[in-house]
């Protein structure tokens, strides 16, 4: 094996400049497929037949097609569609939002459903009214119990954010390629490139531990 890092080291802070670029797309990613998981699982656990069914047929959607194929078919597709060009960054948020929702919605209808049946009950029979009770009663105790999955699931986002290379985005793993294509030398720029990964997600790990800890004290 001929390894050798002396050429790829003065690039490096051009690959890391990639974090910042990486960081943002998954939180804005993060906030969006959260609200809409949110809204979705309430649609699962409603009434409506109609909204339970959209929910349903958009959960199997995205989960049942690769990331990649959304990701590129959002950056290509709207331009062709509506006339109106779009970012990388906007696009790669766009899809990876939709995408994280689908999954989100699981995570979070899955925590409503754990929460004791009796306090839903008790509630209605003291006329609390149902968006209150979701919002004040049921959603807080979900939370407090699905954060580990949403953790992994912010941890999966920043794992597969590496796909924006595919449309350009200047992330992580596309600063990589570019370093790779000035020396002619690949192997080096990505296993930096692996290592970042590899620290970002062990700090997020940490992350979801603390965090869960805080929550498990203050019960």
């Known amino acids: 094996m001929n ?11 051009f690959i890391l400049a990639g974090i910042a670029v990486t960081l943002k797309i998954v939180v804005f990613a993060v906030l969006l497929g959260f609200v809409l998981g949110v809204i979705l699982a309430l649609m699962k656990i409603g009434r409506m037949k109609v909204l339970t069914w959209f929910a349903d047929a958009y959960t199997s959607v995205f989960r049942g097609t690769p990331l990649v194929l959304q990701l590129v078919l959002i950056y290509f597709g709207i331009p062709q569609l509506t006339g109106v060009e779009i970012d990388a960054f906007p696009a790669a948020v ?3 939002g939709l995408n994280s929702a689908a999954y989100v919605s699981e995570i979070i209808r899955a925590g409503i459903l754990a929460v004791d049946k009796g306090q839903r009950e008790a509630a209605l029979a ?13 959603l807080p105790q979900a939370l407090k119990n699905i954060l580990p999955a949403l953790m992994n ?5 920043t794992k597969e954010s590496a796909v924006v290379t595919v449309i350009g985005a200047m992330d992580v793993m596309r600063r990589a390629y570019i370093v790779g294509g000035q020396v002619y030398r690949y192997i080096e720029p990505l296993l930096i490139a692996g290592l970042i990964y ?7 790990t940490l992350l979801g531990k603390a965090l869960e800890g805080r929550l498990r004290k203050s019960d």
């Open 3 to 13: 390894l050798d890092f002396s050429q790829i080291v003065p690039s490096i802070p």
């Open 94 to 96: 766009i899809a990876f």
């Open 126 to 138: 003291l006329g609390v009214p149902y968006k209150l009770m979701m919002r004040d009663i049921i």
């Open 153 to 157: 699931e912010f941890i999966t986002l």
């Open 198 to 204: 590899y620290v970002l997600v062990m700090l997020l």
